[in-house]
């Protein structure tokens, strides 16, 4: 079993998030949205957020139009009271400080009855408008609260959930949605859309019916196919009250090798049966395919099948990357 290293620990799996409200983030927001997505910051009224391949960059809305209208991708006057929590109304309160309702550390200077100019507190303090000025943090007892997706995101936007690798989220008409890829495919959070599943590295593969047995026969302390890939593999640990593992850990075999459930371990592709993308994982250009026969081979690129090509009546030799006229025979195919 030495290729079996270390297991992925499926904790991110179990994620889930119960409706829609989301805790301030920890992570970089950004590992959530495809290439130069702008969202408004969850923790401002007035920021937004740029996402360049997965790292957010910042961008402050001033001056007349202090507030960042995350469906327009502007900066605004006011945002609409009915659609937003960001109203901020300077009504009565000319020439004071409000609060940004979304931060702890903004605010807004009403320079008359309807004019809020953005500002925000220098590090380490936070606005407080009782006083009226930004406090240390120890005379603070502001926290960043929970948001929703959908007020910060625009309608029509997907973006990952991080719940299983065929999983994504979009806002339709404000209300967010969970949506899953077609059967073949994977969420690619990078591009924003569903492709083949060897061109997504996911860690957290949705598990397979039954992965690990039923109830009446469970499968103990053994190595099962992933299900969507030929390297992938889970692990089905015993349990101690003798059910199957509701969690199996997953992990892959490394490069050029399959996971061959038969023999229970990483083995040369040839030599196990795999109908799921032959590319994936693999050096050569070409490889051969699960097609009966071992007549067929396929053109691989990037660790995805481009396409699939027959030697006619001859037989694919992998070694040679070519076609042969004696008979080959491999498990594979
Ligand atoms: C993402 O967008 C930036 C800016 O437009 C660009 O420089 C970068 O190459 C893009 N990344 C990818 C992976 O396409
Ligand atoms: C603002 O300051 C007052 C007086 O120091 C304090 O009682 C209050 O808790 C502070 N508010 C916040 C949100 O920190
Ligand atoms: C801050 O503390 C004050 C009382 O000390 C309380 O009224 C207020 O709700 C607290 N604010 C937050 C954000 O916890």
């Not at 030495?2 to 119960?18: D, R, S």
């Not at 659609?83 to 009565?92: A, D």
Request: hydrophobic share 25%.
């Amino acid at each position: 079993m030495e290729k079996f290293g270390a297991f992925v620990c499926l904790a991110l799996l179990l994620l889930l998030h119960n409706g829609d409200l989301v805790e301030a983030r920890d992570e970089d927001i950004c590992r959530l949205f495809s290439n130069n997505t702008v969202i408004r910051d969850p923790d401002s009224c007035s920021q937004s957020i740029t996402c360049i391949d997965h790292v957010s960059h910042y961008s402050t809305c001033s001056g007349s139009t202090p507030f960042f209208d995350k469906d327009t991708g502007k900066c605004v006057k006011s945002l609409s009271s009915s659609t937003s929590s960001c109203s901020i109304s300077c009504k009565g309160v000319a020439t004071h400080f409000l609060a940004d309702p979304k931060s702890c550390y903004g605010y807004y200077y009403c320079a008359d009855q309807e004019t809020p100019l953005y500002g925000s507190c220098p590090p380490e303090t936070h606005f407080n408008a009782t006083t009226q000025t930004c406090t240390r943090l120890y005379e603070s007892n502001c926290t960043t609260s929970s948001f929703e997706y959908c007020s910060i995101v625009k309608n029509s936007v997907n973006f990952d959930n991080l719940a299983g690798c065929n999983q994504y989220h979009v806002c339709e008409k404000g209300v967010l949605k969970d949506k899953t890829c077609a059967s073949a495919s994977y969420y690619q959070a990078s591009t924003g859309t569903c492709v083949a599943k060897a061109l997504v590295d996911c860690d957290a593969h949705p598990l397979p019916t039954n992965v690990c047995g039923k109830a009446s026969k469970p499968t103990e302390n053994k190595f099962v196919s992933d299900g969507a890939t030929c390297r992938g593999y889970f692990f089905c640990a015993k349990q101690k009250d003798g059910t199957p593992d509701p969690n199996p850990a997953w992990n892959q075999c490394p490069q050029d090798r399959f996971f061959d459930q038969s023999n229970q371990k990483c083995n040369y592709p040839n030599s196990v049966k795999c109908t799921a993308d032959r590319c994936d994982g693999r050096s050569p250009t070409f490889v051969l395919s699960s097609t009966p026969g071992c007549r067929n081979y396929l053109v691989c690129s990037g660790g995805v099948t481009l396409q699939e090509k027959s030697c006619g009546n001859y037989f694919f030799d992998e070694d040679l990357g070519g076609c042969v006229p004696n008979v080959k025979t491999y498990t594979a195919c």
